[in-house]
């Protein structure tokens, strides 16, 4: 009775997973729509806590108002007020109790005072304008920025010796950044979406392996498999390969949940660039990626799993696993796209997947680094599938108490 | 008549931890579970295993049934070695034990038909065999409500209609009757006696007297790991009952002190 019994066993890790409702819910659609919601709603929300209102216009006191710098302030769409005639005290008192945003204070005759003075005269000092804000009201702090900001340029034109790309009728339409909108964005997504990408997965493979293999084993129920005449790598197979599918749709719920929230989340340092940046075949190579990536993990997460007596004992000894894979992932999210060209380094599990991905995120890869990944994970995987029938057969782990 | 199971100098012996050999107050650091055991079961007959517990009926069992390879000997389940044919052997053999647990999620609908898929059951024939055992155990009322929500009483009668599935000539029962209530118990003891009036050859283990006085046809005694006494249960009663005479095998043994 040599019976293919791998469907057999597929089925039935799939019934309890899909017949079991909160399962589903816990696995694959709270990952998802947690993130969704914690990126969009609650990072949202705290981003827009600390911009201010666009509307609103900053009541600003100048005492002492240069007309050279005059026209710059006008166009600053805030309440300006002479303060030449009032007790700085007081506005100090008001600025602290967040009535008025801003007191700029320059120095009587400051246009003079600025145009004789000599940067190498050392004996010389310099004008000062002072400007008092509260750091604690928002509004202030702004005021603050954008008036420093105009004194700033102010002081650059009165002694401008060179531009660098300024803006003039013959530049007007010159781009200076030669990288495309497609390559900017690619740098950007190849930074985040290996390592969320290898994460997430992770953390699918971790929610089912551990209660499948060591949760079986834990209450007798894989030992009534295993007086069965069944092929003991027929159960390593089917188990590898239906938890592989039900990490893989978790992990992918998560990615979703990523990518979705993504707009809002980056907020304006990604509007207007091109979304629909990569071909189908692009998409096909990262699917094969994910899928020999998860089928790796999920075998070796079931070899722990099968080598752990309780499911608590094999959550705990997978977590250094999580460790190990987040260090390889770390260098991805700030390699900017760049990785590894020699052959060797994918012949390194998980370190080859991050790289692969990173670099056809990146639109930086050869299809011969991608596809050695591919193979050797899956031989990794195959490997594995082995140890964990053998793990299967033997009765010391299986049976041990 | 022909010998359906046959054991030869079975030996097992176990690693103890620490903590174990402080419980056993011994420095070895091996217990041997079963010594040199050997034991002819015949078809169509009830073995019967009889010991107190730790005596090594149930690593015999498991031995028996390939859960775990002895470190020595060997054993011919109808004509297959349980070292070097399992697989055969587990085609062979239905094995019921309280360790043998079914999923708690799925009903025994579900599981008897994935159990049946296992063993390459053909629909008609599994449909057939699952009436038969359903209502032969009252499982029918039962088959669509989880194993979980069961009584332990209906999920020994369901493990047991399971563990039949693949209808063997060999059933090997690890006490069967341990933690049932009398209702429960007498069920099974009853089907044990028609499995046998069926021409299936049975082998259980158990340390309750009565049991084996009621079903076995032979019996093997056991007492630290060796067959102390091996014979038909009227012979090794010898005209007293089966405890008594169990007694004086073991004063016999140990010198009449009770260790």
């Known amino acids: 009775m040599n019976k293919n019994n791998i469907l057999t066993i597929i089925k039935k890790e799939f019934a309890r997973f899909f017949g079991d409702k909160r399962m589903v819910f816990t696995t694959v659609i709270m990952p998802g729509l947690l993130i969704y919601i914690i990126y969009s709603f609650v990072v949202g929300g705290i981003r827009d806590t600390f911009e201010s209102d666009k509307d609103y216009r900053a009541k600003v006191y100048v005492q002492n108002m240069p007309q050279s710098v005059q026209p710059m302030f006008e166009a600053l769409e805030m309440d300006i007020t002479n303060a030449n005639n009032l007790d700085i005290e007081g506005i100090k008192t008001l600025i602290e109790k967040k009535d008025v945003e801003l007191l700029v204070v320059f120095p009587a005759e400051f246009d003079n005072a600025v145009a004789n003075y000599n940067v190498l005269d050392t004996a010389q000092v310099s004008p000062n304008i002072l400007i008092y804000s509260n750091v604690a009201n928002m509004e202030s702090d702004n005021a603050e920025t954008a008036v420093r900001n105009i004194l700033t340029s102010y002081e650059e034109t009165i002694c401008n010796k060179f531009n660098i790309n300024a803006y003039t009728e013959e530049t007007a339409n010159e781009e200076f950044n030669l990288a495309t909108d497609e390559d900017f964005m690619g740098q950007i997504l190849s930074s985040m979406l290996p390592f ?3 994460i997430f997965l992770y953390s699918g493979c971790m929610a089912v392996a551990p209660e499948s293999i060591a949760g079986e084993k834990e209450r007798g129920t894989i030992a009534t498999l295993l007086v069965t005449p069944m092929n ?3 159960l390593a197979f089917g188990k590898i390969i239906s938890l592989s599918f039900i990490a893989l749709i978790s992990g992918l719920s998560s990615f979703l949940g990523v990518i979705l929230s993504l707009p809002k989340f980056m907020g304006s340092t990604i509007e207007g660039m091109p979304t629909n940046i990569y071909t189908t075949s692009d998409y096909l190579l990262i699917l094969g990626i994910i899928l020999s990536t998860v089928l790796i993990l999920i075998s070796a997460i079931s070899i722990i799993s099968a080598y752990a007596k309780t499911v608590k004992e094999a959550s ?33 599990p998980i370190y080859n997947s991050i790289q692969a991905m990173t670099g056809v995120f990146s639109f930086n890869y050869s299809l011969i680094n991608v596809g050695i990944t591919i193979v050797i994970n899956i031989i990794y995987a195959g490997a594995f599938s082995y140890i964990l029938a053998k793990m299967f057969n033997s009765e010391e782990i299986m049976f041990s108490k | 008549m022909e010998e359906i199971l046959v054991a030869k100098g079975l030996k097992k012996a176990f690693t103890l931890s620490r903590k174990q050999q402080k419980l056993e107050k011994t420095n070895c650091k091996t217990k041997v579970a079963v010594d040199d055991l050997s034991f002819s079961a015949y078809k169509g ?13 149930t690593t015999t069992l498991r031995m028996v049934t390939t859960l775990i390879r002895p470190d020595s000997g060997d054993a011919m389940v109808d004509g297959f070695s349980i070292t070097a044919n399992p697989q055969q052997v587990r085609e062979r053999i ?4 309280s360790e043998l647990k079914l999923e708690d999620f799925f009903t025994p609908n579900y599981l008897f038909d994935f159990f049946s898929e296992l063993y390459g059951i053909d629909p008609a024939t599994r449909d057939e065999r699952k009436g038969k055992l359903f209502a032969r155990f009252g499982i029918e009322k039962f088959a669509e409500v989880k194993v979980a929500n069961l009584s332990t009483g209906m999920k020994q009668k369901v493990s047991l209609a399971i563990s039949l599935v693949h209808d063997p000539d060999i059933i090997i029962f690890d006490e069967p009757t341990n933690g049932l209530d009398v209702l429960t118990a007498k069920t099974v003891t009853d089907y044990l006696l028609e499995l046998r009036d069926m021409g299936k050859s049975i082998i259980l283990s158990t340390h309750i007297f009565s049991l084996v006085e009621k079903v076995c046809d032979k019996v093997g005694v056991i007492i630290d790991g060796r067959m102390v006494a091996c014979d038909t249960t009227e012979n090794i009663k010898n005209g007293k009952s089966l405890e008594d005479r169990f007694f004086d095998i073991y004063s016999e043994l140990k010198g009449g002190s009770d260790e």
């Open chain 2, 94 to 97: 239905g094995f019921l034990t």
């Open chain 1, 196 to 198: 969320l990408l290898i």
């Open chain 2, 45 to 57: 007959e009830i073995f019967g295993l009889l010991g107190p517990n730790g005596a090594g009926k």
């Open chain 1, 232 to 234: 003991r790598s027929h």
């Open chain 1, 316 to 348: 705990t000894l997978v977590l250094p696993l999580m460790l190990v894979i987040m260090i390889v992932g770390i260098p991805s999210t700030i390699g900017g796209g760049n990785v590894q060209t020699a052959i060797s380094w994918y012949f390194i």
